[in-house]
């Protein structure tokens, strides 16, 4: 059996970036620009005030008190997009507002707050933005500069600064394809939830679950349904997945040795070999990988948080390099222990635990509960999988370990990461 480590890269090293295509900026969120976006334009485009407040010559209200203010005419006033002001002399205010052009001349905006609001003439009662609050053109962004370079995920904040300087699309590597499929006679769609509660069937959870990681990954999920426990069933489903031409393969259950798990036989018998097949890790071990028809393959366990742990370690580090990300992998952290944590087998075990920081100002993990690889609920609770090293039988509370952040707790590992 391979190493976690070594089985994920492996999976990463068989796969590429996706071909590039222009994608619609209100599209684009999620993807990873394929060429660096260089901006046509200068950012801000002019001196504005960044406050609300009156626009002046700072020497005019050095030593300004609330008890011994400075006080100028107010000549004028200026409104975000409207025309540049006329030059304002020494001694002189003018009203500005957020945006608004600064009038050539002055240096420094006082914020409304510091003053008496007057409108024909203003009392300055504090002295301590002189030179502060405007906006200098170019801070942002030059002409020619790089604005975002290649291979940068995009988010909101990247939108926002694509919008600013004139992208209405942006070369992006084309998101991933990924079918998924399931087998298994107990199982219904929701449709068929009646079935559920007669005590039959179950429903296909892992369809929903893995179908929602694919798109929070970035990746397009192509749902094909479940096929029943036979060989001739599953490999039809498998043609059918093939047929869709995806760009990935994700299957659930079946690369067990059970009776009834028909799918790495099914693969075997389409003339594709496996390049493995199974991982020292708990919950999880039976993953295989390997290529139908050309198309890669990842085969999950059918256990719900099996399916789910090991999509993490190896479905989406594989979605996030076919998107063009250099970074794929979590990047563990370290997490003190609140409770003492024990394997059986020599796996590797990832537990699901919640962290977060203690009061010493390091991470802190705790189980969710019940660590069973059908207990789904372990994994809702949870916000990060907790390492059990293979060569630890029992690890005590207070010790150190490390784990991998999900969700939007996953932005920590940026500050407690190795």
Sequence with gaps: MLSVPDAAARIVAAVAPLPVAPARLEEAVGCVLAADVVSPITLPRWDNSAMDGYALHGADVVGATASDPRHLPVIGSVAAGAPVPAALPRGAAMQIMTGAFMPPGADTVIRVEDTDGGTAQVAIHKDRDIGKNIRRAGEDVREGQVAIPAGTGIGAAQIGVLASI???????????????????????????????????????SNRYTLEALVRLNGGVPMALGHAPDSLDAVRA?????????????????????????????????????????????????????????????????????????????????????????????????????????????KLTHFYRAVVAPGDDGRLHARLTGPQGSGILTSMSLANALLIVPEDASTVPAGETLHALLLGEDAALSERFAL
């Design 166 to 204: 004139g992208f209405a699309t942006v070369p992006v590597h084309r998101r991933p394809r990924v079918a998924i499929l399931g087998s298994g006679d107990e199982l219904v769609e929701l449709e068929g939830f009646a079935e559920v509660l007669a005590g039959r069937r179950i429903v296909s």
């Design 237 to 345: 489903l498998l043609q059918r997945a093939v047929d869709a031409q995806p760009d990935l393969i994700v299957t659930s259950a079946g690369v067990s040795v059970g009776e009834h798990d028909h799918t790495r036989t099914a693969i075997e018998s389409m003339g594709t070999a496996l390049d493995f097949w199974r991982v020292r890790m708990r919950p999880g071990a039976p993953i295989g990988f390997g290529r139908v028809a050309g198309v890669p393959w990842i085969g999950l366990p059918g256990n719900p948080v099996s399916a789910m742990v090991t999509f993490e370690l190896f479905v989406r580090p594989t979605i996030r390099r076919m998107l063009g990300h250099t970074q794929v992998h979590r990047r563990p952290v370290p997490v003190v222990l609140d409770e003492a944590v024990s394997i059986g087998a």
